[in-house]
């Protein structure tokens, strides 16, 4: 797995994107996707500008893990709870706890080691507006946990938490639209759509144990 530190330097030297544009030339959203990871290729010219002006080398700029992450479904099970009707949804009132069991492999050139985790994805008891995903690693795997998440550097830590996070909501849409279409009998429709964005646009808060 390869990936940038962009984000990490500029917050090392308390600059922001906006700073960073300005004195680059390099435009706001470049600047955005990058720093997230979201920006597969990086011209040459740009990460020659970024080096230049925060006067590090590309060696600083990139960080390099010998393997990659998946993650595959094992079971899921979802519990919905929402005040409406076949053709409406009260979006305000829609809850739900979403229950797993998943493997994170860990890819390397000729396979991988697999860990299994089980976990929940839910709405926050305590704060309005944010998410709540609890991992638990099986007891057989947290030699594993250990050695190839729990000791990951800042930058990577934060790569892998993302793609949990992208990883479980993505099958949560998939789940929720399911279970109103085939067990309570609504159709999807611009309704669903707003329970997604409402979701998409919670913080998220990612607990894990073994």
């Given at each position: 797995?390869?990936?940038?530190?962009?984000?990490?330097?500029?917050?090392e030297?308390?600059?922001?994107?906006?700073?960073?544009?300005?004195e680059?030339?390099?435009?706001?959203?470049?600047l955005?996707q990058?720093?997230?990871?979201?920006?597969?290729?990086?011209?040459?010219?740009?990460?020659?500008q970024?080096?230049?002006y925060?006067?590090?080398?590309?060696?600083?700029?990139?960080?390099?893990?010998?393997?990659?992450f998946?993650f595959?479904?094992l079971?899921?099970?979802?519990?919905?709870?929402?005040?409406?009707?076949?053709?409406?949804?009260?979006?305000?009132?829609?809850?739900?706890d979403?229950?797993?069991?998943?493997?994170?492999?860990?890819?390397?050139?000729?396979?991988?080691?697999?860990?299994?985790?089980?976990?929940?994805?839910?709405?926050?008891?305590?704060?309005?507006?944010?998410?709540?995903?609890?991992?638990?690693?099986?007891?057989?795997?947290?030699?594993?946990?250990?050695?190839?998440?729990?000791?990951?550097?800042?930058?990577f830590r934060?790569?892998?938490?993302?793609?949990?996070?992208?990883?479980?909501?993505?099958?949560?849409?998939?789940?929720?639209?399911?279970?109103?279409?085939?067990?309570?009998?609504?159709?999807?429709?611009?309704y669903?759509?707003?329970i997604?964005e409402?979701?998409?646009?919670?913080?998220?808060?990612?607990?894990?144990?073994?």
């Amino acid at each position: 797995m390869l990936i940038n530190r962009l984000a990490v330097l500029i917050a090392e030297r308390r600059l922001n994107i906006s700073k960073l544009s300005e004195e680059t030339g390099i435009s706001r959203p470049t600047l955005t996707q990058i720093s997230k990871n979201e920006n597969k290729m990086i011209q040459l010219e740009t990460i020659n500008q970024l080096c230049m002006y925060l006067e590090i080398s590309p060696d600083d700029f990139f960080s390099y893990l010998p393997y990659e992450f998946e993650f595959d479904f094992l079971s899921s099970d979802l519990v919905i709870d929402f005040v409406g009707t076949k053709t409406y949804i009260d979006v305000e009132s829609f809850n739900f706890d979403f229950t797993f069991e998943l493997v994170i492999k860990v890819v390397y050139k000729d396979g991988y080691i697999p860990i299994n985790v089980s976990g929940s994805l839910g709405i926050s008891k305590h704060f309005e507006k944010r998410l709540v995903i609890t991992l638990k690693v099986e007891n057989e795997n947290s030699d594993a946990w250990q050695k190839y998440i729990s000791d990951l550097s800042v930058d990577f830590r934060h790569i892998f938490d993302d793609s949990v996070i992208k990883f479980l909501k993505l099958n949560l849409f998939d789940a929720i639209e399911d279970k109103l279409e085939h067990e309570c009998n609504i159709l999807t429709n611009d309704y669903t759509d707003s329970i997604f964005e409402t979701i998409d646009s919670y913080d998220t808060d990612l607990k894990c144990s073994w």
